[in-house]
């Protein structure tokens, strides 16, 4: 053997981690303006963060990085359709406020 190698010890994949982390951060990301990441952690295993969570991310959290989903949730005013979606608001006005109003 060569003083320059030497053995690594690789965790064996843990295909549960990563799919639990996976679609704990695709729910995340439907409720979030920041996008959700799927890291690795030192043991091997996998966990979900969000970008909202720490500001802006670290250097060795970007590098642990294996898998991204963006973030899903809009502003009601970047709707294209806000007409539509006002629509489905319901507003009761009272004419009569105005007449009782001190002010």
Not at 5 to 30: E, W
Not at 45 to 59: C, K, M, R, T, V
Request: glycine fraction near 4%; proline fraction near 5%.
């Amino acid at each position: 053997m060569n003083a320059l190698t030497k053995t690594l010890d690789i965790p064996a994949f843990d295909h549960i981690s990563y799919d639990a982390a996976v679609r704990a951060a695709t729910v995340r990301a439907q409720h979030s303006f920041f996008d959700s990441h799927v890291i690795e952690d030192e043991f091997g295993g996998f966990l979900a963060i969000d970008e909202g969570d720490y500001n802006a991310l670290p250097q060795d959290l970007i590098d642990r990085i294996v898998q991204s989903v963006p973030g899903m949730m809009a502003d009601d005013f970047d709707e294209a359709n806000i007409g539509r979606a006002a629509s489905f608001m319901s507003v009761v006005m009272d004419p009569e406020w105005d007449a009782d109003c001190p002010f």
